[in-house]
């Protein structure tokens, strides 16, 4: 069966740090990948995904980014944090033959202090 | 832009009663997901929905979904204490994003 993995489930940074959260997924193969974000008592916003090794689209100018180095591994980065990247993030899959869900992580909680 | 609305989007449940949470999205779709989300934690798929028409049953919810109209219906019958949770739905945009609804989060009165 397949299964996501995310990590650090949690984080505290400090405004300025620099930032790498690390999705793997595992049981299946060429998934498309996605990295939402949500902020305190908010909805989820698409940030990301990625439908192939080294293919990312970004939703949303900031100052993240994102790669795919593996198959099954997907990488949310930023060089420098700011006070509003603090949120749930959460990296999702969905298969790209077979049944049409979409599966989240567990998430990684951040906070920028 | 594809947008997608819920209603409402704080519900305050009361055990044994039945409510409904409407999403609206703003252009056609080849699928929508209905997920539930406890505090603190993950996202969890209660139903994807494909074609017009389609309804899906799991316990005391049911999600139905009208394409023509572009609304989808997630009905909770008989709420007990273990529904009180956020409940999301989300719209695929016929290519590789989904694009979710603001939430509706439970509401205790004080």
């Known amino acids: 069966s397949q299964t996501i993995h995310q990590w650090p489930a949690t984080l505290v940074q400090p405004v300025g740090s620099p930032l790498s959260l690390e999705c793997t997924v595992e049981g299946t193969s060429n998934p498309n990948l996605y990295w939402y974000r949500q902020a305190a008592g908010r909805g989820l916003q698409l940030l990301f995904y990625s439908v192939g090794i080294g293919q990312i689209s970004s939703e949303v100018p900031q100052n993240l980014s994102a790669s795919r180095p593996q198959d099954r591994q997907f990488i949310l980065s930023s060089k420098k944090l700011l006070l509003s990247d603090s949120g749930f993030y959460l990296c999702?899959?969905?298969?790209?033959?077979?049944?049409?869900?979409?599966?989240f992580g567990p998430g990684t909680r951040l906070t920028v202090t | 832009e594809l947008k997608v609305e819920q209603n409402p989007l704080f519900l305050s449940m009361q055990e044994g009663k039945n409510y409904t949470i409407y999403c609206n999205y703003s252009?056609?779709?080849?699928?929508l997901y209905w997920y539930r989300q406890d505090p603190g934690k993950s996202l969890e798929s209660l139903f994807v929905?494909?074609?017009?028409?389609a309804v899906k049953q799991e316990g005391r919810l049911m999600a139905s979904l009208d394409t023509k109209a572009r609304l989808s219906t997630l009905h909770i019958t008989a709420a007990v204490h273990d529904l009180s949770a956020t409940y999301f739905c989300?719209?695929?945009?016929?290519?590789?994003?989904?694009?979710f609804g603001a939430g509706t989060r439970p509401f205790v009165k004080a």
């Open positions: 252009t056609t779709s080849d699928r």
């Open positions: 999702a899959w969905r298969g790209t033959s077979g049944g049409p869900s979409l599966y």
């Open positions: 989300a719209v695929n945009t016929g290519g590789f994003k989904t694009i």
């Open positions: 929905l494909l074609s017009n028409g």
